[in-house]
């Protein structure tokens, strides 16, 4: 984790336009819920796959071709060498089920056994609804063949995107990030975007934003988090650091992370009220961010509607970009 790390921006395709989700949520750790979030670090791995060959080949395939510039993960179900397989495509809505899933390195074949470690996890796994009312930071365990697999329940019906989110213990890999549909079953009802908000309530907290996302330029973006009207400044470290942003974009899920400005005992980083992120958006539109963050022991998650490329959090939105800002 590095001060002012650019965030990284992965694109989901859905078929389906969508707007929506509530302002804020909360679920205890390792399920993180919102209703209206690329990892690395070392980790030793026994055997190496044959892909170490071709790892270097891997970090040039998340670029476009010709171009120099980052093709989006999340998109893809297989990019650079590698392949999500999901094996529960549908689920029940409201249901207790278990996701399970592998990722398989395309030049062997098997499924991938060895990660590298970020934030203690070697895999981090994002769920979001296709309108963004649900949104889910799973922590999966890995078996000793490579499945892996999690306790899920979601509550509404529709279309879920899956964000397998890491980065393979192979010399010169960089991170990878492979999105996949799941269906829920059930009726289905899609919610509209909220309005944008500076300041949100979940739990008895309130977080406000300060700051604007842009596209194509990096910006600081600041959440400073409060319980009944005072400053928290004891928050306690989730994962290695203070706060996780996961930022979702409306109409396509493009899916963007970004690490805090800053980590725990790094000697300059306080334990709140604020959090900072360095962020690029990958383009102009609506997003929804996912804050994460940890106090009194239960992880906590604050969302917000931002528009980048436009007003920041809470101010009016050119006209000109209102419509971008509804996913039309």
């Known amino acids: 984790m590095h001060t002012g790390l650019k965030i990284t921006a992965f694109a989901a395709g859905l078929a389906a336009t969508f707007g929506s989700a509530y302002a804020v ?9 919102a209703k209206g979030a690329s990892h690395s670090g070392g980790h030793g791995a026994k055997d190496r796959p044959a892909a170490e060959k071709g790892a ?3 970090g040039a395939g998340q670029r476009s071709a010709g171009e120099g510039t980052e093709l989006p993960g999340g998109l893809q179900i297989s990019q650079g060498g590698y392949t999500l397989d999901l094996s529960t495509p549908r689920v029940e809505a409201g249901e207790p089920a278990e996701l399970r899933f592998a990722v398989v390195d395309e030049g062997t074949s098997r499924k991938v056994t060895a990660f590298r470690r970020e934030h203690d996890k070697e895999l981090h796994l994002i769920v979001a609804s296709s309108d963004l009312t649900t949104y ?4 999966p365990e890995r078996a000793a063949d490579g499945t892996w697999s999690t306790p899920v329940e979601l509550p509404e019906a529709g279309g879920y995107r899956i964000f397998a989110d890491f980065t393979p213990d192979v010399k010169n890999a960089e991170g990878v990030t492979l999105g996949a549909d799941l269906a ?3 009726d289905a009802r899609p919610e509209a975007l909220p309005d944008a908000e500076r300041t949100v309530t979940v739990d008895g907290y309130e977080v406000t934003l300060d700051g604007a996302l842009r596209s194509g330029a990096g910006s600081e973006l600041k959440l400073e988090v409060a319980k009944d009207g ?3 400044t004891d928050l306690q470290p989730y994962l290695g650091a203070y706060g996780h942003l996961v930022a979702l974009r409306a109409g396509d899920l493009a899916y963007l992370h970004v690490h805090p400005n800053g980590e725990p005992g790094d000697g300059r980083t306080e334990p709140g009220p604020e959090v900072s992120f360095t962020a690029t958006a990958p383009s102009k539109g609506a997003y929804r961010l996912f804050l994460d963050f940890r106090h009194e022991g239960k992880v906590r998650t604050a969302a917000f509607t931002v528009h980048a490329g436009g007003a920041a959090a809470g101010e009016p939105v050119p006209e000109n970009e209102e419509s971008a800002e509804h996913g039309h």
């Open 25 to 33: 949520g909360g679920a205890l750790d390792p399920a993180v819920a």
């Open 56 to 58: 270097a080949e891997r």
């Open 136 to 139: 889910r930071h799973l922590h």
């Open 184 to 186: 829920v079953s059930g």
């Open 230 to 232: 005072k400053p928290v």
